[in-house]
């Protein structure tokens, strides 16, 4: 039943008015001011509201603005008396749904407050749509009953509508950067560009051009000039990913900027303000980045507005077989193939995996097993090989130290090219492959390079 709040300073007025809507079937409640109004539309959340417009303290336009903004804000009619019809408009013009002219009519009240409510209906359809097409786009992309992954759709659902800054944790391959994209798309930016920038695959030297753009002739080989990311993702997003690799120059200008919101191209004079979400992600112990003095705290605040953490797959097995589920028809559709399902001992081995890679991990099992299987139905055949060779790149990986002891070189030299060649040739999956950060791994590669020379 529509609820109705009624504001007027005078008693008779109230009654009056509240006998006639009652009568109609509204749930009616009334105010004596105000002050009195702003209480109830806290606790009850009426629909709509009928004010008169001149009261003592608190007019109806004031109270107008100062309704709390809920989730589904209600439809106010001003009541006015003959004389004042242009502060009606006015009313109407600052948001007022409509307004209504004393001596009231009660075909006229009952006429214009069907419209109020079937505008608040409509109004609380459309959220109810746009959280089904969230729904919706869960589904599709982002798989996770599990109660964690639950509690960061929470958060997310909740950071999308706004452009606060957000840390997204966790392991390698749980699915940060998706999220990020999921807040994006979401997000009233969804329109506006989406701009990803890895810290830890960029030298430290080119960040700053990177982020800030530059003018010709800024340096030497700066011949043209350059946008910045934070020009290209005006208006939407900036995905900082790995933002525990920033080096400890570019964190403070990025301090800067998240404080001046605007930024210089390098060798420019002029200053260009700048509209940004930043989103970053890291699967680095961010504390201890701190501790040992590689990350600036008072940055770090600045980006952890609002953190997600998402959870290793090993703490949401239940989440396995929607997983397999979803790569199954991704991966039947990319390499045109039908396979209908997997069997039980298969799925059960599976869920007895620790997953040290997460969801990409467990998304390239499926994708091969896809590819390679030939009954139609996935057998533990089709993925016991791939766990195998997964092992290499897990945390159970023991080599035993034989009496005469090891060429370490040789054996850094061999499981470097291995990860290469399984990565085809993909230096960050390599890197990924053997548990390294990029720089450490492009490295070693050198290295490796220049023994076998
Ligand atoms: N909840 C999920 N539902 C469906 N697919 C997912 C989910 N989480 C991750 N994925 C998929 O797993 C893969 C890895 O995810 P993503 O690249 O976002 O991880 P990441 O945390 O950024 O990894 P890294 O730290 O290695 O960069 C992607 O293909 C992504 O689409
Ligand atoms: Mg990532």
Known sequence: MPVVLVVDDEPLQRDIMK???????????????GQEALGIIKKFHPDVILTDLRMEGMDGIELMQSVPKLPFEPSIIIITAHGTISSAVEAVRKGAFDYLTKPLDKDTILLTLRRAIEHVRLLKENVRLRSELFEKFKIEGIVGKSAMMQKAMEIIRKVSS??????????SGTGKELIARAIHYNSPRSTKPFTALNCAAIPENLFESELFGYEAGAFTGAVGRKEGLFEMANGGTLFL??????????????????????????????????????????NKDMEKEIADGRFREDIYYRLKVVTIFLPPLRERLEDIPDLVDLFIKK????????????????????????????????????????????????????????LELFQLSGRPFVLDLPPEGVDLEKIEEDLINKAMERSGGVATKAAKLLGMNYKA?????DKSKKVSE
Request: overall charge positive; glycine content about 8%.
């Open 19 to 33: 006998t006639i809507l009652t009568a109609e079937g509204y749930e009616t409640l009334t105010a004596s001011s």
């Open 162 to 171: 706004s452009s606060v800054t957000v840390l997204i944790r966790g392991e």
């Open 241 to 282: 990913d790995e933002i525990g690799d920033l080096p400890l120059v570019t964190q403070s200008k990025l301090l800067r900027v998240l404080q001046d919101k605007e930024i210089r191209r390098i060798g420019g004079k002029e200053t260009k303000k700048i509209d940004v979400r930043i989103i970053t992600a890291t």
């Open 331 to 386: 991966y039947n559709q990319a390499f045109g193939r039908r396979i209908k399902s997997i069997e039980p001992a298969a799925m059960k081995a599976l869920a007895g995996y620790n997953w040290p890679g997460n969801i990409r991990q467990i998304e390239s099992v499926i994708e091969r097993a896809v590819l390679m299987n030939e009954t139609g139905v996935i057998n533990s055949k089709d993925i016991h090989g791939e």
């Open 441 to 445: 791994f492009l490295y070693r590669l």
